[in-house]
């Protein structure tokens, strides 16, 4: 089981940019495959972005060419750029495990585009 923290996230006009990370403790982060979810007010949480433990990254249409999933493993670090920010990219962004663990989610971090 991994423990997953993130951080980064905040208030930022559209068109910014932001940098999100998910520092992870507790097991062998270089073996799991990871992503970024994101859950709005309203709607079901989402799986944005993806990243093997081979560095091989996968992304959702809504953000493809905007974000940038990558990992250091030395830092047990995820992280997602986010360029072009849009409002609807407004959510609560958690990081986890591919296939996500239950006992692993956080508390996220709070994304709000706005103007």
């Known amino acids: 089981q991994v423990q997953l923290v993130e951080s980064g996230g905040g208030l930022v006009q559209p068109g910014g940019s932001l940098r999100l990370s998910c520092a992870a403790s507790g097991s062998i982060f270089s073996i799991y495959n990871m992503g970024w979810y994101r859950q709005a007010p309203g709607k079901q949480r989402e799986l944005v972005a993806t990243i093997t433990s081979t560095g091989i990254t996968n992304y959702a249409d809504s953000v493809k060419g905007r974000f940038t999933i990558s990992r250091d493993n030395a830092k047990n670090t995820v992280y997602l750029q986010m360029n072009s920010l849009k409002p609807e990219d407004a959510a609560v962004y958690y990081c986890?495990?591919?296939?996500?663990?239950?006992?692993?989610w956080g508390q996220g971090t709070q994304v709000t585009v706005s103007s």
């Open positions: 986890n495990t591919i296939p996500p663990s239950f006992d692993s």
